[in-house]
């Protein structure tokens, strides 16, 4: 469950980002540094007028997938709606500080399609996502994403592909634990956590790839994000289809 939730959190917080990378070599400290100054730089510029996008996570058998869209203002997350799928099918919807989740077959007998995410809920399931969406609000928070960059090991500018513009980043543990999203990363096991991040012309990340491993096991994470901007429409599942 938390696995599940923290590669929703990951997604979110990918679709926020409009610059980071990752990968397998390593600069110069003082090189370095500035890089990854600049990058997170270029993130709080990038994100304060992203206003949407659509995601999609691919980390395989082992970690499933998830697709979905994203509203944005103000370089912050205001509304989502993301599907995750692994060992069966959890589609959150989130408006505000409010979460609403249609659960696996089997996982909600209320006889309603919804169930409130509270911690006061009736349903189990349910009650095991609230502190997940509090991870979820967590990564996407723009200034937690860019202390990230910002404290990255190594960072290196590894030009133009025809995936775009590809950066690598390499994330150290140590360095970046202690801030909301560095700690949730740091639940992969992976250190140093190599990122590889392609942007297109405006800057916005179009492919990111994650080169993990859980319990010893590879699990390559790969998110896409498209459709910058496009209109997006989010709201509250009707009350009367609301398990409380």
Known sequence: MRFRAFL?????????????????????????????TALAATLKKAT???????????????GGAATGDVRFADGHTTASDVTVDLAGKTRIVTVGDTSWAMLPSGRN??????????SSTSNEFARALVSQVGVIKAAVSVPEIADVVAHASSV???GTSAQGHHYALLLAMNRIKDTALGGELAT?????????VYLDPQGRPVKIDLA???????LPIAVTVSNFGAPVHISAPPADQVAS
């Open 188 to 196: 992969l096991g992976t250190d140093p956590l190599p990122v590889d």
């Open 48 to 62: 304060v007028g992203l206003t949407s996008a659509h995601i999609a996570l691919d980390a395989g058998p082992l």
């Open 212 to 218: 993990a491993k859980v319990g010893g096991q590879s």
């Open 8 to 36: 929703l959190a990951l997604v979110l917080t990918l679709a926020g980002c409009s610059s980071s990378g990752g990968g397998t070599a390593a600069t110069s400290g003082s090189s370095s540094a500035r890089s990854a």
């Open 156 to 158: 290196r500018d590894l």
């Open 109 to 118: 007998t209320s006889g309603k399609p919804w169930v409130l995410v509270s």
